[in-house]
C-alpha cells in the first residue's frame, strides 16, 4: 500500500516521501540529511529523485543523495538543474514501477518560469505553485502564467490530495479572512488547521476541493474576491487575470 509521509525541513518545507514499506521516491529534497535519516529509521531504499522546480531549498540535497545512491532525477525540462537525468514536461509521464505509480506531468510556471507539477492516483505534488490556501510569489513569472497554471490544476478532480512543499497553511488562511472575512468555509478551515498544528500535526495534504471553497488564488470569479480586489486597487478589476494580479500584490504586502 502506497505511503505519503511529510519529511520536515529547514524552517517550514516539507520533502514528500512516497513509499510502500520498501521502496522509496522523495520529491523536492532541499537536504539530504532529513532523507537519510528517515530512511534508515523506516528502512526504506531510495529508487528515485522527483524535482518540481530550481529553487535550492528543492534541489538542494540532490547531491548529497546521488553520493549514496545511483538513481535517476526527475525535473523540469525548461530550468537549469545539473543533477536531473530525466527532464519532463507537460505531456510527459514518469512510471515508478516499484511503487508502483504512474505520475502525469503538467507545466505550471509562474513562481518560476519552468515549474511542472506530477499527478496520480488522485495525488498532486505542486511544489510552490499551490499551497495550503495560497500560491506561490512570482519570481519569474507574470500573474497570467500564474493564474492560468493554477486554473489548471483547479481542473483535477475534487478528492485530488494536494501536497505542496511548505507549511504555510495558517498564514495564508488569516490572509484568505481577510479577502472573503464573511466566508464559513475559511473560518472553519482555520479552526481545523489551527487544531492540526496546535498538536503539531501539518495541515497538509489539502484537496482541490477544500482549496475551491477557501483559496482565494482559485475564487477570481467570485463576487466577493472580485469586491476586494477593487477595494484594495482603488480601481476596477475588470477580469480573473486583474483579480488574480490585485490579491496576489495583496498578500505580499499583508502582514496580520
Not at 79 to 104: A, W
Not at 107 to 116: D, F, M, Q, R, Y
Not at 208 to 227: G, H, M, Q, W, Y
Request: glycine share 6%; proline share 7%.
Amino acid at each position: 500500500m502506497l505511503k505519503i509521509f511529510p519529511i520536515p525541513a529547514f524552517d517550514d518545507n516539507y520533502i514528500w516521501a512516497i513509499h510502500n514499506n520498501h521502496e522509496l521516491v522523495v520529491v523536492d529534497p532541499g537536504d539530504a540529511e532529513p532523507v537519510l535519516d528517515y530512511m534508515k529509521k523506516e528502512k526504506l531504499k531510495l529508487t528515485a529523485i522527483l524535482i518540481t522546480h530550481h529553487h535550492s531549498d528543492h534541489i538542494g540535497g540532490n547531491s548529497g543523495l546521488l553520493k549514496h545512491f545511483d538513481i535517476p532525477v526527475y525535473g523540469p525540462a525548461h530550468e537549469k538543474i545539473s543533477t536531473v537525468t530525466h527532464p519532463l514536461e507537460e505531456g510527459d509521464e514518469v512510471f515508478l514501477l516499484q511503487l508502483p505509480l504512474k505520475l502525469q506531468v503538467y507545466n505550471i510556471p509562474g513562481h518560476t518560469a519552468g515549474h511542472i507539477a506530477y499527478y496520480g492516483a488522485n495525488h498532486l505534488f505542486c511544489g510552490d505553485t499551490l499551497f495550503g490556501c495560497g500560491c506561490g510569489r512570482l519570481f519569474e513569472g507574470t500573474p497570467e502564467q500564474m493564474h492560468t497554471s493554477l486554473q489548471k490544476l483547479a481542473q483535477l478532480p475534487d478528492k485530488t490530495e494536494v501536497y505542496c512543499a511548505h507549511e504555510y497553511t495558517l498564514a495564508n488562511i488569516r490572509f484568505a479572512k481577510a479577502v472573503e472575512p464573511l466566508n464559513s468555509d475559511i473560518i472553519q478551515r482555520f479552526e481545523h488547521d489551527q487544531h492540526l498544528r496546535n498538536q503539531g500535526k501539518p495541515t497538509l495534504p489539502s484537496t482541490i476541493s477544500i482549496e475551491k471553497l477557501t483559496n482565494p488564488f482559485l475564487r477570481c470569479t467570485e463576487p466577493a474576491v472580485i469586491a476586494a480586489a477593487s477595494s484594495y486597487k482603488k480601481a476596477a478589476t475588470p477580469d480573473t487575470v486583474s483579480v488574480f494580479a490585485a490579491i496576489r500584490e495583496w498578500k505580499n504586502n499583508f502582514h496580520q
